[in-house]
Structures are given as structure tokens and as C-alpha cells.
């Protein structure tokens, strides 16, 4: 696998005889730059490279992180963003494309979640501002690390936090999958790990000790009888998860465990706070010890914004379909936090993200290109 990307692959030029990036063949090339989180720093180069040879974009970079912004004095700025990590390779790399023309199918990790997402505003990053293509916003363009683990390390977070008045804008569009629909919000989460402790023992004299996966037996029983709310939040319909995704305890096949770690996961919908959410977890798993170990807010689906109600009016005028909400977290959030209305829009089915089956339609790549394109022209 090559650590760069042929930039005749996009086209700056604008687009005068109808001329396009070919988007399949730079998603593949994005993909195969190996770029689980934590090991983006190849794929981020090979990006940069691409950013710096356009004379309209003013790039900077803050780790593995790349902004890139053109400065036409427009009256309004369009924040476009999507991260470049991926969850770990399963034996899913490189891509392979299968069937051809609109039938066909591009298999790979990071297809759907989202290097398919970034390969369209790579596209479009180079080509608008071009001579010949001048956008009707001015439009930032963001290519950021470490999306796929804790929040905290997040290369937009991180962003923020340095350099806040690069996120600035009227408007922001996450590249995340959407299946080319547009989806508003999302669910904030937290990771809770709940604690038991026992009295250590050998197995054949167990009623010495005390254990401590025994101990938490109340705890899974709880988790396997709550019901998860379904919450409506400015018309769209959240769907809120509660789930333990991991459990940790004992050291030997002869040894009552003195000690036992429960990962729990909550999916929260947008009307409720981080501060809510963990006062719910306290009581629903009250007499535990609760220890909160990551959490992000969601944000609420914003699509009463002049701005936003009229992307989501030309893009699903050409894509089809209703605003729907985004049940996992995404960067919206942050957006939302600086003040940002931002939605998701993106091809690939959401359904499929981190799945060793992960697989795009690759006329989705077009359908969105045109779309974003389309309306950010003007159109």
C-alpha cells in the first residue's frame, strides 16, 4: 500500500467540460493508507500534500489534524468535517471492488465509516474556490485524528481547544454515513465501570472468601430488565441504549476473585444532560460503586436554523427522504457546544460502521459530492 494519493485523481479545475474527481478510486486510495486511531499520521500527510498544492486554501496542520480554508470575504462560513481514523483492521484491507458502474460495491475497513465521507469534501475541498467553481459560503474544510477512541483525545476537541476560532462558522456538515440522508443531532454517551470487591480464596475452599463476580450479579440483572427510553427531541425520535460491553475479574481457574470491573455504556438522547445522565446511572445502579470514566454530551437537531433548513431542502431535493436523528455520538456536538448548528451527512449505512463486513454503494460517493456540491455553489 502506497502512503499517498495521485492528485490526478481530483480535479481543481473547476469542472469546465463536466470533468470529475474520480471519487471511487480516491476513496480506495484513502483507505488503503492504513489509518487505525492513534496511526494517522501517513494518511494525514498524504492529505496535506493534496491541500497544499491548492493556491486557494490556506492550510494548517496540529498534529494529525488538517484545516484548510479558503478567505473570499463571503458573508457566511461552512465548517465541513470528518475524521480520518478507523477502528482496527479485521483482514478487511486493501479494498476490493466488486460489480462495476452504479452496482457497484467497494468492500474495506473505513468504506463506510467515514473515509468514504472524506474522500467527497477532499474532492470538493480542492475543487471549490478554483477559478471557475467559487462557492457561495467560504468554507473550512477539517481532516481530524482520533475520532474512534476516548473523547478526550479527539483531534477536533483537540482543535478546539487550541485554535477555537478555526471551527468558527454559520453552519457545520460531519461527513459521517447517513446512507446519502441527512441526520440530525445525536445521542451523548458515557462509560461507566461499576466495582465489586470480594475476599480472595482457593475455589476448593470457598466459603473462606467472598466473590466478587458473584457480587455483581444484581447489577446484570438490572441491565438485562431496563427498557431504553425512546425520547422526541425537536421532532426527531431518539432511540437511548443502556449495556454492559465488558467485565473483568479473576486470576486463576483455582481462585475465588477478590475483585470484579463491569463496563456499562449509555446512549443518551440529546434532551438530557451529562450531569442527567450520570445522576440516572447512579440511581438505576444504586448500592454499586459507580465510576464515570468517558463522557460526551449529544446535541439537539438544530434543523430550525435558517441555514441548516435550507441545506436540508436542497440536499434531499436531489438524494430523497426525511431528516432523521444520528443515534451514536458525533462531532455535532461539539459544534453545537461553540454554538455551531452542524448535521450528519454522508455516504454508507450507519448500520454497517465498524462492522468486518464493511461495505459501500459507490454511487453513494457521487450522490453525495453532488449534493454538497450543488448547494454549496449556490445552487
Known amino acids: 500500500m502506497d502512503n499517498v494519493i495521485d492528485p490526478a485523481l481530483l480535479d481543481p479545475t473547476g469542472n469546465p467540460t463536466g470533468k470529475k474527481s474520480d471519487l471511487v478510486a480516491l476513496t480506495r486510495a484513502i483507505c488503503d493508507i492504513p489509518s487505525v486511531s492513534g496511526d494517522e499520521t501517513a494518511l494525514a500527510d498524504a492529505i496535506e500534500a493534496l491541500l497544499r498544492g491548492c493556491a486557494h486554501l490556506e492550510v494548517l496542520r496540529d498534529g494529525d489534524a488538517l484545516v484548510a480554508r479558503t478567505n473570499l470575504g463571503r458573508d457566511r462560513r461552512v465548517v465541513v468535517a470528518g475524521h480520518i481514523d478507523t477502528v482496527p483492521i479485521a483482514d478487511n484491507l486493501p479494498t476490493r471492488l466488486v460489480g462495476a458502474g452504479d452496482d457497484a460495491v467497494l468492500w474495506g475497513r473505513g468504506t463506510v465509516d467515514m ?206 427522504g426525511v431528516p432523521a436523528p444520528k443515534y451514536g455520538w458525533t462531532d455535532v456536538a461539539r459544534f453545537s457546544e461553540l454554538g455551531v448548528p452542524a448535521v450528519n451527512f454522508g455516504p454508507g449505512d450507519p448500520l454497517l460502521a465498524h462492522k468486518d463486513d464493511e461495505h459501500l454503494p459507490v454511487a453513494q460517493l457521487a450522490q453525495c459530492r453532488d449534493a454538497l456540491r450543488a448547494w454549496l455553489l449556490g445552487g
Open 115 to 320: 473515509l468514504g465521507g472524506v474522500a467527497v469534501a477532499l474532492a470538493l475541498a480542492v475543487e471549490l474556490g478554483a477559478p471557475g467553481s467559487e462557492p457561495a459560503h467560504d468554507l473550512t474544510w477539517i481532516f481530524y485524528d482520533h475520532e474512534e477512541v476516548d473523547s478526550a483525545l479527539n483531534g477536533l476537541g483537540r482543535l478546539a481547544r487550541n485554535h477555537p476560532e478555526l471551527l468558527r462558522g454559520d453552519f457545520a456538515i460531519l461527513g459521517e454515513p447517513t446512507d446519502a440522508g441527512i441526520e440530525g443531532g445525536c445521542n451523548g454517551t458515557m462509560r461507566i465501570e461499576l466495582r465489586t470487591r470480594g475476599v480472595a480464596a482457593h475455589s476448593a475452599r470457598a466459603w473462606t472468601g467472598e466473590n466478587a463476580i458473584h457480587a455483581v450479579a444484581p447489577a446484570l440483572a438490572r441491565l438485562a430488565a431496563y427498557e431504553p427510553r425512546e425520547v422526541e427531541v425537536d421532532g426527531l425520535v431518539y432511540r437511548e441504549g443502556l449495556n454492559a460491553v465488558r467485565i473483568e475479574g479473576g486470576i486463576a481457574g483455582n481462585v475465588i476473585p477478590d475483585a470484579c470491573v463491569v463496563e456499562v455504556n449509555y446512549r443518551f438522547a440529546p434532551s438530557r444532560s451529562v450531569e442527567e445522565a450520570e445522576a440516572h446511572l447512579r440511581e438505576v445502579f444504586e448500592g454499586f460503586d459507580v465510576v464515570v470514566t468517558d463522557a460526551a454530551g449529544g446535541a439537539r437537531p438544530g434543523l430550525d436554523d435558517p441555514l441548516a433548513a435550507e441545506f436540508v431542502r436542497s440536499v434531499l431535493a436531489t438524494t430523497g
